[in-house]
C-alpha cells in the first residue's frame, strides 16, 4: 500500500496500472489534478490466504485546508505479488486544533507548522 500511495504522490502512472489487478484495473488512468498528498496513516490490515485488505487514511492540502481520503482497500496476491483489486472510500474535511499534531505528518504542532 504504501508503494501505491507513494505512486499516486508522484504520480506514476505506470506502477499504480502495473500493481493494479487486470480484472479491476481501468483502461486509462489520468491523474493530473490530483490532490496535493502530504501523508499516509495505515490504521490496520490483514490477510488470509491469498487475500488481503489495509485500511488507511490519505491526507491532502485542500486549497488553504486539508483533507483526507480513507478507504479499506482489498488486496490479492498471484505469484508472490499482491495486486489491489478495490476500495471502499470516504473523504472528508479536517479541521485540526492549534495544537493537535499537524496534517503534513512532520510531528510538529499544527500551530507551528503548517498553520
Known amino acids: 500500500m504504501r508503494s501505491r500511495y507513494t505512486a499516486f504522490v508522484l504520480k506514476l502512472t505506470h506502477y499504480l496500472r502495473d500493481t493494479w489487478h487486470e480484472s479491476t484495473r481501468p483502461a486509462g488512468l489520468d491523474l493530473e489534478g490530483s490532490p496535493d498528498w502530504v501523508a499516509l496513516k495505515v490504521m490496520g490490515s490483514g490477510h488470509q490466504g491469498d487475500q488481503g485488505w489495509v485500511h488507511f487514511?490519505?491526507?491532502y492540502r485542500a486549497g488553504d485546508g486539508w483533507g483526507f481520503l480513507e478507504e479499506k482497500s482489498g488486496f490479492c496476491r498471484e505469484k508472490d505479488r499482491w495486486y489491489y483489486l478495490s476500495g471502499d472510500t470516504s473523504e472528508g474535511m479536517l479541521k485540526p486544533g492549534r495544537n493537535?499534531?499537524?496534517?503534513?505528518?512532520?510531528?510538529r504542532k499544527y500551530k507551528a507548522c503548517c498553520l
Open 57 to 59: 487514511r490519505a491526507i
Open 100 to 107: 493537535e499534531p499537524c496534517p503534513c505528518g512532520s510531528g
